[in-house]
């Protein structure tokens, strides 16, 4: 594998599972959380300052300007020195060996930094799914998933609008939209690869022609 792969997802798609499986089966490293703690001990940062922000982040209450324009320099300046934390651990990291990020505009600061990657964003249309995610994982009520669900792919639209001004799902900021719904979680992994290893300008090899008798 010659470049990264950044997995952008709808909550509940299941794109941290098939970046983990990604994982198993190419040997390269997984970056999710894990960025939070490398982010941290490089900038300094008390490790619960960051993932206190992240929370917050997932509030929503961050990414409304309105709300921490009127605040010190101090707390306006975290969004930033927290995205300018996470670019360095991940364009470090892609540098090193290519690797699959999930989330954290990892996308924009791989095109930034000029390093080689795919893009893909995973998204269901099997809601009952991610309901399931919502309820089992995060131990929301039943009755409030659904709202749970959209205000967690609300937060991250937001998170991707603040930091590079593009928008979240757009299937024209990808290499690959895929339905995990659909396709599941191991063809999401099949297609990404194969997407991952294809050489750009390079048609597909035509199948030899075969008699009727299945002879070549």
Do not use: W
Request: charged residues 30%.
């Amino acid at each position: 594998m010659d470049r990264s792969i950044v997995i952008n997802r709808e909550f509940g798609s299941g794109g941290r599972e098939i970046g983990r499986l990604i994982c198993e089966r190419t040997g390269m490293q997984l970056y999710d959380t894990r960025i939070l703690q490398e982010a941290a001990e490089r900038r300094g940062f008390p490790h619960d300052l960051l993932e206190t922000f992240d929370e917050r982040v997932a509030a929503g209450s961050y990414f409304d300007l309105s709300l921490i324009s009127g605040t010190d320099s101090e707390t306006f300046s975290i969004p930033y020195r927290m995205y300018g934390a996470f670019a360095e651990v991940i364009s470090d990291a892609a540098r090193t060996a290519p690797a699959v990020f999930i989330g954290r505009c990892a996308d924009k600061i791989l095109r930034d930094a000029k390093l080689r990657f795919r893009s893909v964003f995973i998204y269901s249309t099997d809601t009952e799914r991610k309901i399931t995610r919502a309820v089992e994982v995060d131990g929301v009520a039943p009755k409030d998933a659904e709202k749970y669900i959209a205000r967690m792919d609300r937060t991250r639209a937001r998170y991707q609008q603040f930091f590079t001004n593009t928008k979240f799902g757009d299937y024209r900021d990808y290499d690959l939209c895929l339905n995990s719904g659909r396709l599941g979680y191991a063809g999401c992994v099949d297609i990404i690869l194969t997407a991952a290893t294809a050489v750009p300008g390079t048609p597909a090899t035509p199948a030899p022609a075969q008699h009727r008798d299945g002879r070549p």
